[in-house]
């Protein structure tokens, strides 16, 4: 199989496989199906708690996930300590994988069935170039499943084409019933609507990884694997089996069987960024830094995203190489410091022009570690706008206490989810704000 026909037959499971290891790694494993029965359950308290302010928090999975430990949980925790007894419900309303593109379709509806007094916005690490002009056929676009599996957290998947439309679009459709299942907290019944796809399509080499992904997400390793065994028989040609099967053993701390798949797949296929990274993270946990090094070093001058930047820095890190990781960390905050996309900028606009128009006020959050001059310059000092700057606290955190400490992973370079210590951070910089907003109220 050449290159072209592998990067267009893999899109469902490497990115969901590696989306299952980062939620492993991040201490998320099935967090989709938890965070949504959790989030649903406490906004249903903010709208039946009469007097209290609202404060809905819009974002993707940096505001969704963590549970009780997630910021606008923390965030209303902080607020309900305010001296003057008024009592605050926050409303979390994040999507992981969300663009500002698909907030901003789905306002109006928010704010009428919420009816907030503030909202707070931190967004945009999920969007992209281009100029699709619906959420679905951005969805078409990438990897058919990379927007799904952002569903429960996945983020910084490459793009890849998407081809044979008409039949792929029905058995996409069908995968996207399954996820939806179980990221609404029916596991058993998306497994079941798996198994269905792959004996409706047997032919289909999509419909057998997507079933061992979820069979992984569900920690059924073994049978997700002998799934994939079974798989390669069948389909001896397709190398994208390979390169889930490196990354699948990478979701179960196998790294010298991970390492020895993805250094095979890549040298019979060549680049591919999930698999340069795999093959990264692998060295490292072996401690072999050193080809890690090499490796990403690679990857980033094939592939120069912020995760490619924050693996290597990490590498460098790791090893005590405390002058290069700060000239990467150098490069990549100034590539980063002329990168807020036009597509963010006009969502930012379109968001604080609408609540203005209602009279509600906007917090706009920068994220952890990032410049908020960058939002301050698309949407200066206007009347009902109170910016969070979270680039001076979060930098002086970890230099005194290590990145892992605040953050569970890399995913964005600079920063990734929060852990509870760092999602705290947050929430207090985001309550100072707020309270700056209330005051009248």
Known sequence: MNKTDAQRNWGLVVAGILAAFLLLEAGLRLAGFVFMQTQQASNRRALNTAGAVRVLCLGESTTALGGAHAYPQLLEQILNQNPDGRVFRVINKGVPGITTDHILAGLDDTLKKYEPHVVVAMMGINDEDGDASSWEERLLHKSRVVRLLQLIGRHAAQSLPFTHAAREKKLFDEFMNSWEQGTSGEPGKAESLFRRQLRDHPDDVDAYLELANWLLVLDKDDEAMSLLDEAQRKFPDNDDIQLGKGIAYLFQDRWDDAARELYNYIQHVGY??????G??????RQGKYLQAEEILRQNLALNPTDAAFGALILCYEKQGKTAMAEKYGRLAEERRARRLLPVTQDRYRELYAELHRRGIPLVAVQYPRRDVGLLQAVLGEREGIAFVDNK??????????GYETYFINNFAGDFGHGTATGNRLLAENVAKAVLGLVTTF
């Open 392 to 401: 001076a606290s979060f930098d002086a955190a970890v230099a005194r206490d």
């Open 279 to 284: 093959l990264g993270w692998a060295f490292m």
């Open 272 to 277: 591919n960024d999930d698999a340069y990274m």
